[in-house]
């Protein structure tokens, strides 16, 4: 008998889970590949962090890795007609309280690859872009790192693009929330099962599931009785505010060419707070500086992060503290010059967290046929043309052993304190106080 031909279940239709479709299908042509996402990829509104207004592309790294997967990206974002339309080189400005400037320019410089970037002292910096960023916060700045071909992306509007190429070549698409895993009675994955009853098989199920991947596991675990299911330690699901402001017509006119911005912190401060170019729409965008955990008990017993349980992760409803961060990222990067901004369409965004910060794209050591390729930190996107390539590398056995130790689902890993994007808050103590009535 001829062994079947293998199929493909890939649960999450963001960045990981379209990346991998599209590159599975395109060297496999013949081959079963579907997508499995709660929402339709042409939703107006959806729950994966790939989907959003717009994502920074850069590989202003200084872990040498991801600045070599970056500009690998990059490569792509700049060339492939599938990809440039949704690419803008406006650059990046990249407050710097660390040796962060100095590590990425070694590692361009270890990778052979030149780049019209520079570290500038802050009084030289201040005064390009047209001052744009003269009144942002400088305290405990060391010097600026600008790199002139960093810059941004259309995110949702590529994602819907390269998803619809992917089903154009035979990928297949289905909308259905998964409630659990098909484990047999050897461990073995056969597919999975969605909250509407239905089963759906493949030979191989990868987990591109993002802030939901800890929920599914759990509950896989359950059902099948297999507690080596669980993420555990590995993975945390955090979020984090999004924000935006309108431009009128004179204030676009300044910032229409404006390079991203970043306020780097060190761990003890917290995360890194960016601000993102107007888009088309004259919509300027920011990102908080905090990201929290929504710890709940997901079954009797077992308490996880996870996003909220509507159907849209409540992802509109943004508490008053949340939208403080918003205008707290407008005062450190534009001062007074922001200071009579509205702060509008304000959402709340869900990813996966490792405490090293990077990926997961390993099988999963409790069940064969099952794997993970998720994790993206709030820094994946940009990875986005090349995340398929080694997810089929790591499926077929030939990823690096660098990579391979890397991205593993069992490794050493970190001390989150050491990680100044990891989640630290709870989701609870920053919801709007409950008014009591009056008795």
């Known amino acids: 008998m001829t062994p079947s031909k293998p199929s493909y279940l890939i649960v999450g239709a963001g960045v990981f889970g379209v990346s991998t479709a599209y590159y599975l299908i395109k060297k496999y042509p013949d081959a079963s590949v579907t997508l499995v996402d709660r929402d339709a990829f042409d939703a107006d509104s959806r729950v994966a962090a ?33 990809w440039k339309p949704y690419f803008h080189e406006t650059g990046i400005y990249w407050m710097c309280r660390s040796d962060y400037a100095q590590d990425v320019l070694d590692n361009y410089k270890k990778l052979g690859r030149k780049a019209d970037l520079s570290a500038v002292p802050i009084d030289e910096a201040r005064k390009m872009y047209g001052g744009l960023f003269d009144d942002a916060d400088y305290s405990d700045v060391k010097e600026v790192l600008v790199n002139k071909t960093s810059g941004w992306a259309a995110a949702g509007d ?6 619809a190429e992917a089903l154009k070549l035979g990928v297949k698409y289905v909308v259905a929330e998964v409630a659990s895993l098909q484990i047999d009675d050897r461990g073995r994955c056969s597919g999975l099962k969605t909250a509407d009853g239905e089963t759906l098989t493949a030979s191989h199920t990868i987990l ?16 099948s009785s297999l507690p080596g299911l669980r993420a555990g330690d590995r993975i945390v699901a955090g979020g984090i505010t999004t924000g935006m402001t309108q431009l009128d017509e004179k204030s676009y006119e300044k910032f229409a060419t404006m ?13 890194f707070i ?5 888009t088309k729409d ?23 992060s996870m996003p909220p349980p509507e159907q849209d992760y409540a992802q509109w409803k943004v508490s008053g503290r949340l939208k403080e961060d ?6 450190v990067f534009y001062g007074k010059n922001g200071a009579s901004w509205k702060m509008e369409k304000h959402r709340i965004c869900w990813d996966a967290f490792t405490t090293s910060s990077d990926f997961i794209i390993s099988p999963h050591s409790a069940s064969e046929g099952l794997y993970v390729a998720t994790c993206g930190n709030f820094h994946g996107w940009k990875f986005f043309p090349v995340l398929g390539k080694y997810v089929i590398q790591m499926l077929e056995g030939s990823l690096s052993s660098e990579l391979t130790e890397k991205w593993a689902w069992d490794r050493e890993r970190p001390d989150s304190s050491l990680n100044p994007d990891y989640p630290r808050s709870e989701m609870k103590d920053l919801l709007d106080p409950v008014r009591k009535s009056k008795l």
């Open 158 to 163: 590529c994602l819907r693009a390269v998803t």
């Open 50 to 82: 790939s989907w959003d207004w717009n994502k920074v592309v850069r590989a202003d790294y200084d872990d040498i890795v991801y600045c070599q997967l970056g500009l690998e990206a990059q490569d792509i974002f700049k060339s492939d007609p599938l």
């Open 274 to 278: 960016g601000s993102l170019p107007p």
């Open 326 to 331: 918003i205008n707290h990222a407008n005062r």
């Open 259 to 271: 390079p991203v911005g970043v306020q780097g912190y060190d761990a003890e401060r917290g995360p």
């Open 282 to 304: 004259r919509e300027l965008k920011w990102w908080g500086q905090t990201i929290f955990k929504n710890t709940q008990e997901v079954i009797p017993g077992r308490h996880i």
């Open 208 to 223: 591109s599931t993002g802030a939901y991947t800890s929920k599914l596991l759990e509950m896989s675990a359950k059902a």
